[in-house]
């Protein structure tokens, strides 16, 4: 599959993605939660933000590496946990872990791949990090952990903003279904839940055996490999993680695809910033589309960022070459952003290169 000639930035993917999938699989991949105003604001906050250039500055040693739980990496675009990527292509997971891989870029592996771990691993010899949504019984849970530890995949994110899927009514209007031959290929068929007429279907249901923080517990005694939580938003949360010990977090609202109305990373990420201290790392995502976006979210105290919804447009449109081409573009216009700011390392990066209205 080669690069349409007419795409020169993720917009561009987004536009060639739409035209190519399936009108059910776009509402699955572009949709959000009930009225996606979180998902159109993710985006949106970016552009709000002003960025403050500075001139005359020398950057000819400039890069983009960080040092991030034991990976030296070349740059901080990291490719999010995306479940079934061969919706948007045949390879799926295979071609999107190759080309980061080829690119540099942290691949994170969903518990809902449609390829199986093994046969991931085996593509994406760069760093990779297991994304783990609790699974029905901690054997199960347990099972998971072990192939992906024996896959070499350095860190553990464990998923805790989705218990439950959210509204998600664009795909109820759609009436998507996973079509025949994709599906979550490492995973066992979930329990069916019963309850009671006079019982909730989502506190007794749905909820009853929904991941607490005993579980986390429960799995920092069954790991060794750094544990990341991804999905949190509140500052609250970030404190409890804390004091759990966790080795990093990701500040995201799951692309607006949970609750819709919650607030976008980058607005909680300077009060989680001053609760963090620069102990852990910070990994932000949603809504980030632009080299300027990674460079608002690092002034603001990100270390590094992820993608999610481009990775399934590059695959659509252009497969494994789509996904580096994505990758490679957002790293051009970070690089870009940071010269004509003056910066010549991400440490350079800091709240003073932003505009602050007086
Ligand atoms: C189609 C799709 C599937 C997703 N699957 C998962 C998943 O399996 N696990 C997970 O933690 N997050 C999942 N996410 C959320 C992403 O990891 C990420 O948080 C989100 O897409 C970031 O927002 P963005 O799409 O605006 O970049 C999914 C997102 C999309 C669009
Ligand atoms: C019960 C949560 C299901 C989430 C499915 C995958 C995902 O994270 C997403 O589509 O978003």
């Known amino acids: 599959m080669a690069i349409p000639n007419d795409i020169a930035s993720l917009h561009d993917y987004e536009r060639h993605a739409q035209a190519r999938l399936s009108e059910e699989a776009w509402a699955y991949i572009y949709g959000a939660s009930a009225d996606e105003y979180t998902a159109r ?12 250039n500075q ?11 960080l040092d991030l739980l034991g990976h030296r990496l070349a740059h901080p675009i990291m490719l999010a946990p995306v479940a079934y990527q061969k919706l948007a292509h045949v390879d799926g997971e295979i071609a999107s872990a190759t080309a980061a891989a080829a690119q540099g870029a942290l691949f994170t592996l969903s518990t809902l791949s449609s390829s199986r771990i093994e046969d991931v691993a085996q593509c994406a010899q760069g760093p990779r990090w297991f ?9 199960q849970t347990l099972e998971l952990i072990k192939r992906a530890e024996k896959s070499g995949f350095s860190a553990i994110v464990v998923t805790v903003d989705a218990p ?17 031959g994709v599906r979550a290929v490492n995973c066992q068929p979930e329990r069916q839940r019963q309850i009671n007429p006079d019982e909730s279907m989502i506190f007794q249901g749905l909820m009853r055996h929904a991941p607490s923080w005993k579980d986390i517990d429960w799995l920092r005694q069954h790991t060794t490999l750094p544990i990341i939580l991804k999905g949190l938003i509140n500052p609250r949360d970030v404190s409890i993680a804390l004091q759990h010990e966790i080795d990093g977090v990701v500040i995201s609202n799951h692309g607006g695809r949970t609750l819709d109305t919650l607030p976008s990373p980058i607005e909680v990420l300077p009060r989680i910033h001053e609760l963090t201290k620069g102990d852990i790392p910070i990994i932000v995502d949603s809504g980030i589309r632009r080299g300027t976006d990674i460079f608002k979210a690092i002034a603001l105290g990100a270390d590094a960022v992820m993608i999610g919804r481009p990775i399934m447009y590059a695959l659509a449109t252009a497969g494994a070459l789509g996904v580096a081409h994505t990758i490679r573009l957002l790293r051009d216009e ?11 390392t991400l440490s350079d990066i800091t709240p003073d290169c932003l505009w602050q209205p007086a």
């Open 334 to 344: 970070l690089e870009l952003t940071m010269a004509l700011c003056g910066c010549e």
């Open 131 to 139: 994304q783990l949504y609790f699974q029905d019984s901690r054997a």
């Open 41 to 52: 604001s993710n985006e949106s906050v970016y552009s709000a933000i002003k960025l403050l």
């Open 55 to 65: 001139t005359l500055t020398d950057v000819s040693k400039g890069h983009t590496q």
């Open 164 to 180: 439950i899927n959210g509204l998600r009514n664009r795909e109820q209007r759609a009436g998507f279904q996973l079509p025949d």
